[in-house]
């Protein structure tokens, strides 16, 4: 596709499961990023791709939370033991690190944690 | 990166130029503004950015004050599909770095 995929586009877990969301940027983007939106607030910085490695992992709020881009190309963002306070719209962004390294996001995945 | 300051929300009328209004006193010289929006349950979708001169593009112009402090997005001639919220941010352009979004401003337009 020409946009930023997401998937999957609802996830329902309950408190203490494990979860996998997965991004599928814009074909050619060497950088990617992920974001958290809570109800009523903007997107938050979670992560920062550069290629296969994590150029920037300050935005993740503990260690339940943890993201992978082995190729350089999908990431998967993994939630360990999930809270409810983890319930949230996750967004991620792909962006060709060059033309004013404008972002380009996908449409999100919400996550509710029961 | 600078932080931005916008009004909560707005109304504009249907067919009429949507002012938005972006304070960014502490912007630095190497720093861009940027404008995102995001539409219920979408994702943000960018809109334009500049560093100093005003710009344009077939979405909207972004005319920033000579002193940098202050920008303001205007969209020509709203319509009901530009009920959105207005994200301004500014940052260096070249680092790579996340977007800072804050809380940005709800524009709702009005028929």
């Known amino acids: 596709g020409a946009g930023v995929s997401q998937t999957p586009s609802n996830k329902v877990t309950e408190k203490g499961k494990y979860v996998e969301l997965r991004c599928d940027p814009i074909?050619?983007?060497?950088?990617l990023y992920w974001y958290r939106q809570s109800l009523g607030q903007g997107p938050e910085f979670l992560i920062y791709?550069?290629?296969?490695?994590?150029?920037?992992d300050s935005g993740l709020p503990n260690d339940r939370f943890f993201a992978v881009r082995p190729e350089g190309s999908v990431s998967t963002l993994k939630i360990q033991r999930t809270e409810r306070g983890d319930s949230a719209v996750y967004l991620c962004?792909?962006?060709?690190?060059?033309?004013?390294?404008?972002?380009?996001f996908g449409a999100g995945t919400r996550l509710s944690v029961l | 990166d600078a932080k931005t300051t916008q009004p909560p929300s707005m109304d504009c009328a249907e067919g009429r130029a949507a002012n938005l209004p972006c304070n960014h006193s502490t912007i630095s010289g190497n720093e861009y503004v940027y404008w995102y929006r995001q539409i219920h349950s979408q994702g943000p979708q960018y809109i334009i950015h500049?560093?100093?001169n005003n710009e344009t593009n077939e979405m909207a112009s972004l005319i920033i004050t000579e002193d940098r402090k202050s920008s303001t997005l205007i969209l020509p001639h709203a319509t009901l599909r530009d009920t959105a919220v207005y994200y301004c941010?500014?940052?260096?352009?070249?680092?790579?770095?996340?977007?800072?979004f804050g809380t940005g401003t709800s524009l709702t337009v009005i028929p």
């Open positions: 074909s050619g983007h060497t950088a």
């Open positions: 941010i500014v940052r260096v352009t070249n680092t790579g770095n996340q977007f800072y």
């Open positions: 791709f550069q290629g296969t490695g994590a150029a920037d």
């Open positions: 500049g560093l100093k």
């Open positions: 962004a792909s962006s060709p690190g060059t033309s004013g390294n404008i972002q380009y």
